[in-house]
């Protein structure tokens, strides 16, 4: 299965159908508006090369599949409203969903993420919220249900008790407070090999901390610490790992200045080994394009290098200048290609044969 580069938000008050096509167009729109040729793409984001074969990968990306990854959003982005209104918007959910299998127009992942399970109240509207959606609904292949501000495992293994009628539907956790950065290891556990992806909630963590406002940002050591134990934990585990959002939208005339910080972001994100992580607005997605580009294709001729080397030599350990390269480099090399051709950065053809 592809991991998809990013994870979209959406109230589901807002859902349609018809949502994820729109907000592709959107985002489409805003790459045209905002950087229509490579040179002024380049000046926003302080490139030196690569722009002319980035911005093109980019707007072929936008036109053939701008969302990969898209969560019909019932906790933060809906809020606390009636239970009228929560079971009319998870009813009205599952029909648009269903029409929108039907019509063949979903992203490739797919899912809804429910209230916390924290407060005996929550868990028991997150529950009738699932149930009633779960039981309308025709869910596309690659659905899943993400759970938030975890804080113990029985949250979780209430969760896959409550899905044991869907046994295709796989969740996510969201790593939102500290008491869960202590116990990944449990949590894992609790999902009983159901898990598909882990979230990092980056900033009700820092809230939890005391961090204030002001102080909030992707990159504080905080969140960093958080990352380097979500790393360590989910190793080797095939559990997916999802950063943060950006919370500074692209909203004209500020548009260059988010994108640049969305852009910071998302690099700090996949040098820190998160490949992928929010977006909250379709226009951040033209910025989480060129980010994840430059990233694999600024690479690409060490890498390349390297690769080639490595497997002249039957894949035995080799170096190439002063880099030293042995079995789990190459692993590492591997690992790299593979995300390069799934996202786009890269064609097929320009791996190394």
Sequence with gaps: MHQPIHTVYGGAHLFK?????????????AFRDYAPDAATMAKIFGMDGLENLVHARVTGKLSREPIEDYRID???????????????????????????????????????????????????????????????????????????????????????????????????IMIETPQSIFILPQLLKAAGGKCLAAHFGAYDYMASL?????????????????????????????????????????????????????????????????????????????ARLVAVYSFFLESLPDASERLRNFRAQSEQATRVGAIFDDAATGRGLVNFFERAVRCGAIEANEVPG
Excluded at 17 to 29: E, F
Excluded at 247 to 270: G, T
């Design 74 to 172: 019932f906790e933060d982005g809906f809020g606390f409203r009636s239970d009228a209104e929560e079971d009319a918007a998870a009813d009205n959910a599952a029909r648009e969903v269903t029409a929108a299998v039907q019509a063949k127009i979903l992203p490739r992942m797919f899912g809804i993420r429910v209230k916390s399970f924290c407060t005996e109240s929550s868990k028991q509207r997150a529950l009738r919220t699932l149930d009633r959606f779960l039981s309308r609904a025709t869910l596309p292949p690659n659905f899943v249900v993400t759970l938030p501000k975890i804080t113990a495992p029985e949250q979780i293994s209430e969760l896959v008790r409550a899905l044991q009628p869907y046994p295709d539907v796989r969740i996510e």
């Design 210 to 286: 005391g961090i204030t406002a002001a102080n909030q940002d992707l990159h504080h050591p905080a969140c960093d610490f958080a990352r380097s134990m979500m790393l360590a934990t989910f190793a080797e585990t095939g559990v997916w790992l999802v950063d943060g959002a950006t919370n500074l939208l692209p909203f004209p005339p500020e548009v260059h200045r988010a994108w640049k910080l969305h852009y910071d972001n998302i690099r700090h994100s996949l040098y820190n080994g998160f490949y992928q992580s929010w977006d909250l607005h379709p226009a951040q997605i033209p």
């Design 17 to 29: 159908s018809t949502t994820c096509s729109k907000l592709g167009t959107l985002a489409q729109k």
